[in-house]
C-alpha cells in the first residue's frame, strides 16, 4: 500500500467506526431513529447504484467536448494538484465525474425542456438556464469536490456545465 492511499483507508476506517457508534447509539435510543437511520442508507446505496457504468463512447463523447485542455486541468485539480494530497473524491478520470454530476442533475432537470438544456449546452445561461446551470454546479461540486471546484479556472467550469447539459441530453433523456 502506498503512502498517499494510507490516510484514504484510514479515514474509510474511521467512517465506518463512526457509522457503526451512531448506529449503536440510535438503536439504544431509539428505534425509530435507528430505523430511519437505516431506511436513509438503503436510499442512499441505491442512488449511487442508480448511475451505470460510463461505456467508451460516452467517455469519448466527454473527453471530445471537453478539450484536452479542459481534461488536463480538471484531472490535474482532481488529483490534487502540485500539493501532492489526495483528494476524498477523486475520480481515475475527470469524464466520470461529469457522467456522475449528470445523472446526479438529471432529477433537478427533469421539468426543464430540452431546448433550455442546449442553450445550457451551448453556453448560453439565461432565465431557466441560470437554474440549470446551478443545479449542474451543485452536482459537480460533489462530484469533484467543492474545494477542487473553487480553484478550476472559469473556463474550464463552464466547459464542464456546458457538457453535463450535454451529456443528459444525448445519454439520459
Known amino acids: 500500500m502506498s503512502t498517499k492511499q494510507r490516510p484514504m483507508t484510514r479515514r474509510a476506517s474511521l467512517v465506518g467506526v463512526a457509522a457503526l457508534t451512531a448506529g449503536a447509539l440510535f438503536a439504544g435510543a431509539s428505534p425509530a431513529l435507528a430505523s430511519h437511520a437505516a431506511e436513509t442508507r438503503a436510499a442512499s446505496a441505491s442512488a449511487t447504484q442508480e448511475m451505470p457504468e460510463l461505456t467508451a463512447e460516452q467517455l469519448r463523447f466527454i473527453e471530445d467536448g471537453m478539450g484536452p485542455e479542459a481534461m488536463a486541468e480538471l484531472n490535474k485539480a482532481m488529483s490534487g494538484g502540485g500539493d501532492g494530497e489526495i483528494r476524498p473524491r477523486a475520480f481515475p478520470i475527470a469524464a466520470v465525474a461529469i457522467g456522475a454530476a449528470a445523472w446526479c442533475a438529471k432529477g433537478a432537470v427533469a421539468s426543464i425542456p430540452t431546448s433550455v438544456l442546449s442553450d445550457v449546452a451551448d453556453g448560453k445561461f439565461s432565465g431557466k438556464g441560470t ?5 449542474i454546479i451543485g452536482c459537480l461540486g460533489g462530484e469533484i469536490g467543492g474545494v477542487v471546484w473553487k480553484f478550476l ?5 463552464n466547459k464542464a456545465v456546458a457538457m453535463v447539459a450535454a451529456f443528459i441530453i444525448k445519454y439520459i433523456r
Do not use: H, I
Not at 479556472?153 to 467550469?157: A, F, L, Q, R
Open 131 to 135: 437554474y440549470v446551470k446551478n443545479a
Open 153 to 157: 479556472p472559469g473556463w474550464v467550469k
